[in-house]
């Protein structure tokens, strides 16, 4: 039913990780059989907890560097660049790196939140046999696959609408994940061992394909976060000032973003 939006659709970023939440959250219900419902729930508003104040940090810190009075040697330079277009995109920074590791954070934590951390072997066949009672390996690893994939789902869609409201280039901050995926899968690459037992060779060589399969994995997810956000509105939807004829879709126009409605005693002053 949430994908019924599309008869009136409404493309504001809030409302499209709503109707997500939605559609996933039958699925995800249905294949849980303890408290990992409760999970998905407290996942999915960590998510935008995290989506929005990602924004609030980047606002706050561009309003105190914009606030700088400029050096004297650079208010000239600081003119010139006035008058030049503003670039259509925004540099990475260090805080950009902040965004990346709580985005691995998230991503450890959509998998092994519901089941033991120290082994995979704790997703059990027990959520799929209610719906499919006989012994079906494929068709219960599927459901399984699936079951497993939907915190992704949400995890990826989350952070392509960060990138979008952050103002960096498109896929800037999964590349950004991406090259510290790359370094873990370094480090692990360094550990391997060539001598010893075979439960050490074992161990070090697996833990340097399960590192280099993730950043496959990464790039997978960048493929669904922009099947998820194409078309998304970042813009925040704000009541017009007082005087101000209200837009057809109920969104302000650049002019009119942040002012706020003055009360009869400010307007008099």
């Not at 540099?91 to 959509?110: G, H, M, Q, Y």
């Not at 956000?229 to 969104?251: I, N, S, T, Y």
Request: proline letters at 6%; aromatic letters at 12%; hydrophobic letters at 50%.
């Amino acid at each position: 039913m949430p994908l019924a939006y599309r008869i009136q659709q409404n493309n504001h970023y809030m409302h499209k990780l709503l109707v997500m939440f939605l559609t996933c959250a039958p699925t995800f219900v249905i294949l849980t059989i303890s408290y990992e419902g409760l999970f998905y729930v407290a996942f999915s508003t960590a998510l935008i907890c995290w989506v929005r104040l990602e924004h609030a940090v980047f606002v706050f810190s561009s309003s105190k560097t914009n606030s700088k009075p400029p050096a004297n040697g650079s208010a000239s330079k600081a003119a010139a660049a006035t008058q030049s277009p503003p670039p259509a995109f925004r540099p990475l920074t260090l805080d950009d790196a902040r965004i990346a590791l709580f985005f691995l954070v998230l991503l450890k934590s959509a998998f092994f939140s519901t089941g033991n951390v120290a082994s995979v072997s704790s997703f059990s066949l027990e959520s799929v046999c209610r719906l499919i009672p006989v012994f079906d390996p494929f068709s219960q690893t599927a459901m399984l696959i699936l079951k497993i994939m939907i915190p992704f789902a949400l995890v990826s869609a989350n952070l392509g609408v960060i990138n979008r409201r952050l103002g960096v280039a498109p896929s800037a901050l999964f590349m950004l994940v991406i090259a510290l995926s790359d370094i873990l899968t370094l480090y692990f690459f360094w550990v391997v061992r060539d001598e010893g037992s075979w439960l050490e060779i074992g161990s070090t060589i697996s833990h340097f394909v399960i590192a280099s399969l993730f950043c496959v994995f990464v790039a997978a997810l960048e493929v669904v976060s922009g099947w998820f956000v194409a078309g998304v509105d970042v813009e925040e939807l704000l009541p017009p000032a007082r005087g101000e004829a209200q837009p057809a879709d109920g969104k302000l126009t650049n002019g009119a973003v942040g002012s706020l409605p003055l009360d009869d005693q400010g307007a008099d002053q």
